[in-house]
């Protein structure tokens, strides 16, 4: 396979069909974990520029993409963990660089407690603490019914809650303290979001919400991997990212600042990628 080329792959592991993108064989095993409601897609840009130095895969999330869901509702992210443990044994081994963004972070946050062996470094994007009243007063409101009616108004409502993410945080606050762009989306950029709440259906909130109710600091400060902290300018959870950083984590958890342009965001996480990369490969035995 050339380094530069996406292959989308459904494998049968652990009694679900998952489904992955990969690019890049040759390199230091990377995993990519993406954000809710939205699927391993996202990431197909980045694994571009990433192919030439890196082994990536990127993982749809049981319930999303191309992936089955789990047979039983989530009792915590926790459950989403063992069939990704199964498929990443499978297919990549260990140990390798884990990076997360949203869903995806607090996802990597799970793996990385119950297999910290498994990995070389935790990278954690938009990775936040909510206060117990804040996190109630989101998952009261952010997930509505979109179950679909005869009427096809659940349609509707979808393409406003999806209108709603791209300006907003919560997106149902919609009002100029929660704004967070002053442009209004277009509608193709609706329409991406809007697909992955429907190809998602009714269940679209499970692991959704599952990760608000594991993004808790507490969770952050049990970790025993070399972890970094991408604290990105531009985020919609930047206020959230560093309630996480004030509080006490532990001495192998450190922070980035990532500047707030897409362009230089995507090229500074990048570079300390490859920094990561370098220096778990100085620090491989060698051999006599």
């Known amino acids: 396979m050339k380094r530069g080329l996406i292959q989308r792959h459904v494998r049968w592991s652990g009694g679900l069909h998952l489904q992955y993108r990969e690019a890049g064989r040759g390199g230091m095993p990377l995993v990519l974990l993406h954000a809710s409601p939205r ?150 950029e609706i329409h991406a979001t809007f697909a992955a709440l429907l190809a998602a259906g009714s269940d679209y909130a499970l692991a959704y919400r599952a990760a608000f109710d594991h993004e808790r600091a507490e969770n952050v400060q049990a970790l025993r991997v070399p972890t970094t902290i991408f604290r990105w300018q531009g985020s919609i959870l930047l206020k959230q990212i560093d309630a996480l950083l004030a509080k006490e984590l532990p001495p192998q958890v450190r922070s980035l600042d990532i500047p707030a342009p897409m362009v230089q965001r995507m090229a500074a996480m990048q570079q300390h990628l490859l920094s990561l990369r370098d220096t778990c490969l100085n620090l491989k035995p060698t051999a006599h």
């Open 39 to 188: 699927c391993s897609a996202m990431y197909e840009p980045w694994m571009q520029q990433l192919a030439d130095q890196f082994h990536v895969l990127a993982v749809d999330t049981p319930g999303y993409g191309g992936s089955d869901p789990l047979p039983t509702p989530p009792a915590s992210l926790a459950d989403y963990v063992a069939p990704l443990h199964q498929l990443l044994s499978e297919v990549i081994g260990q140990p390798f660089l884990l990076y997360g963004s949203a869903t995806g972070s607090q996802l990597a946050i799970a793996y990385a407690l119950e297999h910290p062996a498994a990995l070389l470094h935790l990278l954690l994007d938009n990775a936040a603490h909510f206060e117990p009243a804040e996190h109630e007063h989101i998952v009261a409101n952010y997930f509505p019914d979109l179950s679909p009616r005869d009427d096809g108004s659940h349609l509707l409502e979808a393409w406003r809650i999806s209108a709603g993410m791209l300006q907003y945080f919560p997106w149902f606050e919609q009002d100029d303290a929660h704004r967070f762009r002053a442009d209004p989306p277009s509608a193709d």
